[in-house]
């Protein structure tokens, strides 16, 4: 059985979290691509949200994974009002290891602005359990970070899956953020596995 490298995953989102997503894709050797919502196998469904997505595109060298992001971009303050990567790898291909909610804290952009840390829980939406952390950015944005891991775990049942979308969202400036609010934008993430 062949392994994803986890090494990529925090650079891909490191792109999509800085919004500078072709320098940093190119030095991930990754082309994403912009493409149109019904060509996205990832989809901000959310009202308030679903006008302002940005989608994009990209294939691991060796064709082992597709990669989608949803972004919802913002003016208001460094990063994004969303930034979500669903990884799809291909039959035969499994990640060696769950995904840590904490990598996404790990964030560059999210540390630059402030990041304190609030509550761990877990919530059931769109038919799995995610990983939560709750946290702040520049002292009034409440903001999420998820997880989730999923799907075939190769013949050996090493591994934790072969489907993976995990990202962060935050509220409006001085909105509040409960776990209805997570598990609405949670639900809101479509994903066509």
């Known amino acids: 059985m062949s392994l994803v490298p986890r090494l990529l995953l925090p650079v891909l989102l490191l792109a999509s979290l800085c919004g500078a997503m072709p320098a940093m894709a190119e030095e991930a ?3 994403w691509r912009p493409v149109q919502a019904r060509d996205s196998k990832l989809r901000i469904t959310l009202a308030d949200l679903a006008e302002h997505a940005r989608y994009f595109r990209a294939q691991t060298p060796n064709y082992s994974a597709n990669l989608f992001i949803a972004r919802v ?18 039959p035969g291909f499994y990640f060696p290891d769950r995904y840590d909610v904490d990598d996404v804290l790990a964030a560059k952009v999210l540390r630059d602005a402030g990041l304190r840390e609030t509550d761990r829980f877990a919530v059931v939406a769109g038919g799995g359990r995610y990983d939560i952390v709750t946290f702040s950015i520049h002292g009034d944005i409440l903001c999420a970070a998820f997880a989730r891991t999923w799907g075939s775990f190769g013949g050996d049942q090493v591994g934790s899956g072969s489907r993976r979308l995990y990202g ?14 997570i598990k609405e934008a949670l639900e809101s993430l479509e994903v066509a596995d």
């Open 29 to 31: 050797g990754l082309d």
């Open 73 to 90: 971009p913002t003016t208001e303050y460094r990063g994004d009002r969303v930034s979500a990567i669903y990884v799809e790898l291909q």
């Open 168 to 181: 962060y969202g935050c509220e409006e400036r001085g909105k509040p953020l409960g776990r209805d609010r």
